[in-house]
């Protein structure tokens, strides 16, 4: 299974570098995963044995990268608001 996650690439590399520790410590050894960041966002690669596998690993990884837009959204957002009130 891939994914084309279609967002700016900043936001792409952070999220890369966010979440590919997950990648690389999964519990299962029928899951293999990857996460590239590049010109066009961010590509999430999944390779599973069973669909079981595939539907516990890509439920992780899109909870996982929707945590990190989160965070991203929301200091965004606060630093829009103090940016705001400078002036």
């Known amino acids: 299974l ?3 996650f279609k967002i700016p690439r900043q ?3 952070i ?5 590919v520790p997950e990648a690389e410590t999964l519990p299962s050894w ?3 995963v990857s996460l590239q ?3 066009k966002g961010l ?3 999944i390779d ?3 669909l079981v596998a595939l539907r516990a690993a890509m439920n992780s990884f899109l909870r996982f990268i929707n945590a990190v837009l989160d965070v991203l959204n929301l200091t965004e957002e606060k630093f829009s ?3 705001g009130m400078k002036t």
């Open 2 to 4: 891939t994914i084309l």
């Open 30 to 32: 029928r899951t293999s």
């Open 15 to 19: 999220i890369c570098e966010a979440v």
């Open 81 to 83: 608001q103090k940016a």
């Open 48 to 50: 599973a044995q069973d």
């Open 43 to 45: 590509i999430l690669r």
């Open 37 to 39: 960041a590049n010109e």
């Open 11 to 13: 936001k792409a590399h």
